[in-house]
């Protein structure tokens, strides 16, 4: 395990008391991996296990925005626990379905926010991104009801993708004519406040 700071003990005695301060804090190590961490391709069988309860949201959420940033129609998650309710630190969490999504052949003749290059109609594996940035327009952006509309969103097509490229830029369209590469305008992330 790396070295643990003070604030990480105190914090982690907060979150478990009454345990043992190594368990305690070996748990939130593992609870701060769990809630960092990219979720990789959904897949039927994906599971994550000794979940505490108060971490549960944060990781259905990861799961929502994975399955909105890879165009699928839909996620069925299980949530279980042994010897319920004395396993409360031990939920196991389990992707048990995927639905497929549809070609992403709608990001054509857009650019990517990686590379710059045009995604083409044939490329499945294009994905939009939900940016933890504020957008400073109206279209297009994203957002739901916790957190409120106005969230920046960028485009990656397949190769960037499956290179792991993350966006340098936003998407923002100016006009209402998508199909028109001039109406389209590529923001730089860095000029973008963070969403907290």
């Known amino acids: 395990m790396s070295e643990v700071s003070p604030g990480e003990v105190k914090a982690a005695m907060e979150r478990y008391p009454g345990i043992p301060a190594t368990l305690a804090v070996a748990k939130y190590k593992l609870d701060q991996y769990m809630e960092s961490s990219p979720v990789e391709e959904l897949k039927p069988g994906m599971g994550w296990g000794g979940v505490h309860l108060e971490t549960v949201g944060k990781l259905i959420q ?5 399955l909105y940033e890879q165009g699928k129609k839909g996620i069925t998650i299980t949530i279980e626990a042994e010897d319920f309710p004395d396993s409360w630190d031990h939920l196991w969490i389990e992707v048990k379905e995927v639905g497929p999504g549809s070609p992403r052949t709608g990001f054509a003749g857009r650019p990517c926010c990686a590379c710059k290059e045009i995604i083409t109609g ?12 504020k957008a400073k327009w109206d279209y297009p952006t994203w957002g739901n009801v916790v957190d409120g509309t106005g969230k920046a969103i960028a485009l990656v097509c397949g190769k960037c ?3 792991n ?7 923002k369209l100016n006009g209402d004519d ?13 000029e973008l406040e963070d969403v907290e």
Do not use: C, F, G, R
């Open 165 to 171: 490229h993350q966006p340098e830029y936003a998407l």
């Open 62 to 66: 990861k799961l929502v925005n994975a």
């Open 178 to 190: 998508w199909t028109d590469l001039k109406n389209i305008e590529l923001v730089p992330l860095s």
């Open 161 to 163: 993708h499956e290179q």
């Open 122 to 133: 044939d490329d499945s594996k294009a994905s939009a991104v939900m940016l933890q940035k």
